[in-house]
C-alpha cells in the first residue's frame, strides 16, 4: 500500500498527510473473522513503530498525522516524538470510528494541553496546513 500512495504522491502531490489509523473492528462485517481468528488489536507500540516507519518511507509526505482520536490521547502524544508533526484536531463529526463504537473526544484547550505536556508548541492550522496562532505555555 505504501508503494502505491509513495508512487501517486510523486506523480500528483495531492495529499497534504499520512494519517494512520487502526482497524476498529467493532460492529464491522470483518468482526466475527477476527475474533474467531484469535487476532488481538495492534495496540500503541505497533502502531508508533508503524507511524515511525511511515515518517522515514513515505519521505515526499510533508505531514505525518499523529491521529490521537483513533489511537487514544497518550498514543498521541507519544506519536509526536515517533515522527508526527500534526496531533490532530478536534473532531466535531467523526462517523467512521463512532460506527465501531470507538468515541474519542477532546476540546481545543485539552488538545492544546495535551500538546504542550508532550513537550511540543501547539499551533493552530488549516485543513492546507497553512499556520495560525501558536499558543505558549502559561507560566
Do not use: C
Request: glycine letters at 8%; charged letters at 25%.
Amino acid at each position: 500500500h505504501w508503494d502505491h500512495i509513495r508512487s501517486l504522491q510523486d506523480e500528483h502531490r495531492g495529499f497534504t498527510a499520512f494519517v494512520p489509523w487502526s482497524y476498529k473492528r467493532g460492529n464491522t462485517p470483518m468482526e466475527r473473522f477476527v475474533e474467531e481468528s484469535g487476532r488481538r488489536p495492534a495496540g500503541a507500540a505497533r502502531y508508533l513503530r508503524i507511524l515511525a516507519a511511515s515518517r522515514i518511507y513515505l519521505d515526499n509526505f510533508e505531514h505525518v498525522q499523529a491521529s490521537w482520536f483513533s489511537e487514544g490521547k497518550k498514543t498521541g502524544q507519544a506519536a509526536l516524538h515517533f515522527g508526527a508533526d500534526d496531533f490532530g484536531g478536534t473532531l466535531f463529526e467523526e462517523n467512521v470510528h463512532l460506527a465501531t463504537g470507538h468515541d474519542n473526544r477532546t476540546t481545543v484547550e485539552e488538545t492544546k494541553l495535551l500538546i504542550q505536556e508532550a513537550g511540543f508548541v501547539p499551533v493552530q492550522r488549516t485543513t492546507l496546513y497553512d499556520r495560525g496562532p501558536r499558543f505558549e505555555p502559561v507560566a
